[in-house]
Nanobody, 113 residues
Framework: VQVVESGGGLVQPGGSLRLSCTTYEIIMPMYDMTWYRQAPGKPRELVASISPGGKTKYSDSVKGRFTISRDNDKNTANLQMNSLSPEDTAVYYC????????WGQGIQVTVSA
C-alpha cells in the first residue's frame, strides 16, 4: 500500500497551492481521506477530511480557504489551498483510513515572501 503526496513547494503569502494524494493498492472509495500538517515544534493537526460519501470537515484555521475533494476513479484526494499565510507553513501529510491507517511521507509547504 502506498500513499503519495505531491504539489507542495514555496509560495508567497496570499498565493495558492494544490496538493494531491494518490493511493495505490487500496479500495479508495472505502477510505476516509484526511490531510494533516505539522509545523516545526508543533503537534500534528488535522487540516481537512472527506468521507467516502463526500462529507467534509475542516479545522477552523483553514475553513473558507482550503477545499478538500476526492476522485475515486483516479485514486486521488486533493487539497486546494488559497489565501495562504506563513502560518500555513508545515509538512502536509495524507492519511487514508478504513480498517487500517495508511500515511504518506509528507510534503513541505512553505509560505514566505
Amino acid at each position: 500500500v502506498q500513499v503519495v503526496e505531491s504539489g507542495g513547494g514555496l509560495v508567497q503569502p496570499g498565493g495558492s497551492l494544490r496538493l494531491s494524494c494518490t493511493t495505490y493498492e487500496i479500495i479508495m472509495p472505502m477510505y476516509d481521506m484526511t490531510w494533516y500538517r505539522q509545523a516545526p515544534g508543533k503537534p500534528r493537526e488535522l487540516v481537512a477530511s472527506i468521507s467516502p460519501g463526500g462529507k467534509t470537515k475542516y479545522s477552523d484555521s483553514v475553513k473558507g480557504r482550503f477545499t478538500i475533494s476526492r476522485d475515486n476513479d483516479k485514486n486521488t484526494a486533493n487539497l486546494q489551498m488559497n489565501s495562504l499565510s506563513p502560518e500555513d507553513t508545515a509538512v502536509y501529510y495524507c492519511n487514508a483510513k478504513w480498517v487500517n491507517d495508511h500515511w504518506g511521507q509528507g510534503i513541505q509547504v512553505t509560505v514566505s515572501a
